[in-house]
Nanobody, 125 residues
């Protein structure tokens, strides 16, 4: 019963940066890998990044590699997504999610059992 709330979304110009945060409830937070997904208008929800339970391993979708960084602070029950060099195509609702696994080896939506409500990120051109 992990519940997450995202924050940090907003409007930013192309080339700018934004940091998303996701705070979770539940004493088992540190047992799960945590991920970020996004869904643009008219598009399927897509995987963005995942971090293992202890932060030791990370994996990113190709389109954000080198621009986005996922991190976590288990003491604060928080996962972050630092987004740099933002592009208009990054515009989407961003969701954090808790994996059913502890590792960062699983990247599809069915691998994640608990989801936040999402935060809007809009990148203007």
């Amino acid at each position: 019963q992990v519940q997450m709330v995202e924050s940090g979304g907003g409007l930013v110009q192309a080339g700018g940066s934004l940091r998303l945060s996701c705070t979770a409830s539940g004493r088992t937070f540190s047992s799960y890998a945590m991920g970020w997904f996004r869904q643009a208008p008219g598009k399927e929800r897509e995987f963005v990044a995942v971090i293992s339970w202890n932060g030791g391993n990370k994996y990113y979708t190709d389109s954000v590699k080198g621009r986005f960084t996922i991190s976590r602070d288990n003491a604060k029950n928080t996962v972050y997504l630092q987004m740099n060099s933002l592009k208009p195509e990054d515009t989407a609702v961003y969701f954090c999610a808790a994996s059913i696994y502890s590792s960062a080896n699983y990247h599809t939506a069915p691998d994640f059992a608990s989801w936040g409500q999402g935060t809007q990120v809009t990148v203007s051109s």
